[in-house]
C-alpha cells in the first residue's frame, strides 16, 4: 500500500497531454498544405508550459515558433537551442543580446526605422517579420505607413524579410465579411512590398479554406484543445486536465449558508465537499454559483457559493460516494476549457493562461 503524502492529497493535479499538443499539431498541418505550421506558445504556451510544449513540437518537426515577449523568446531560445525561428510578436530594440537569437516583429515605421539604422551602423543584415495591419488597428503598419514604406526606396535596406503577416480579426466566425477583406487587403500590400513569404493564419483561420494558405500559420489555442470552430464540435484533442482534492465533505442543515457572502442557502440537508483551488489559482471568481466539476463516474457536480482565494464548495448530497481524499474533475474531456469559459463568462484562452502556479504539474511525454 502507498501512503499519500499530506503534499499530495491537498493539492490539485495539473496534467499537459504533450502527445495530444503534438497530435493537434500534425492534424493543423494536414489543414494547410500550402505551408508550414508554427507553434504559437506566447504566454507560458497559452498557460501549459511554453519550455515543454516547445520541445514535444519542435522533436515532431516544428521550426518557427512564436512569443509576445523578448523574455519569453530568450527562455525559449535556451529550451529549444539554435535551431528554430523564434518571432517575438511584440517586438524589441536592436541592440539586445536578443538580437542574434530571436527575430523581431516589426509593428510600426517607427520600428522599421529603428531596425535599418542599426543594420546600418553595423553592416549586418537583419532577419525580421513585418506586420501590416490589415483590419485589426491593433499592433501592424496600417495602410498610411504601407505607402510611406512603398514611396521611401532605401527604408527597408538591411533588412531580410523573412515572412510578411497580418493578424485575423473575425477568424473563430467564418461568416464574417471581415475575414475576406483581409485576405484580399494582405494580398495588395504584400504586393507593393518586395517579394517575401507570407504568413497569414491563426487556429481559427486554418478551417476557412483556401482563404487561409499562407507560407506559414501561426496556431495557438488549437494547439491546447481549445475548440478553434464555435458552435461546432470541437475538431482538437482535449490537451489539459484539472482534478482536484476534496479536503473535507461536511453536512449541513437545511438553511445553513456556504461561504463569503453567505450567497448559498441549503434548500435540504446537504453535504458540501471543500476542494483545495480557489481563485488565486485561477479558478476564476465569476464561476462563483456556477461552476461545475466531474465526479469519478463523471456525473456533474455543482460547485456552491462564492469562490475562494484556496478554496471551492461543491454541493455533493446527490454523491454519497465522494468523500475526503476523492479527487473532483475541474477540466477535462468532461469539463473543456471551452465549457469552463462560457459559465465565468469568458472564453477558453483566459481560463488557460490564467492556470495558477501552486499545481502539481505534469506532462505526460509526447
Ligand atoms: C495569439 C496570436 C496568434 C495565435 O492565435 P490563436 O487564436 O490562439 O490561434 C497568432 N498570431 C498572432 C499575431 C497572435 O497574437
Redesign the pocket.
Known sequence: MTVATTTEATRARLTVDLGAVVANWRSLCALHPSGAVAG?V?ADGYGLGAASVGRALLAAGCEHF?V?HLEEGLALRDALGLGPMIAV?NGFPPGAEADAALLPVLNGLGNVRAWTAAARADGRVRDVLLHLDTGMARLGLPPEELVQVAAEPGLLDGLQLRYL?T?LACAEDPANPLNAAQAARFAAACAALPAAPRSFS???GLFLGGLAASDLA?????LYGIN?TPGRPNPMRPVVRLDAPVLQVREVPAGATVGYGASWTAPRPSRIATVAVGYADGYLRSLSGRGMARDGAGRPVPLVGRISMDLITFDVTDHPAIRTGDFLELIGPGNTPDEVAARAGTIG?EVLTSLGHRYARHWLPA
Open positions: 504559437v506566447k512564436f509576445a510578436l503577416m493578424h491563426n487556429s481559427s501561426r496556431p495557438g489555442c488549437a478553434p484562452y
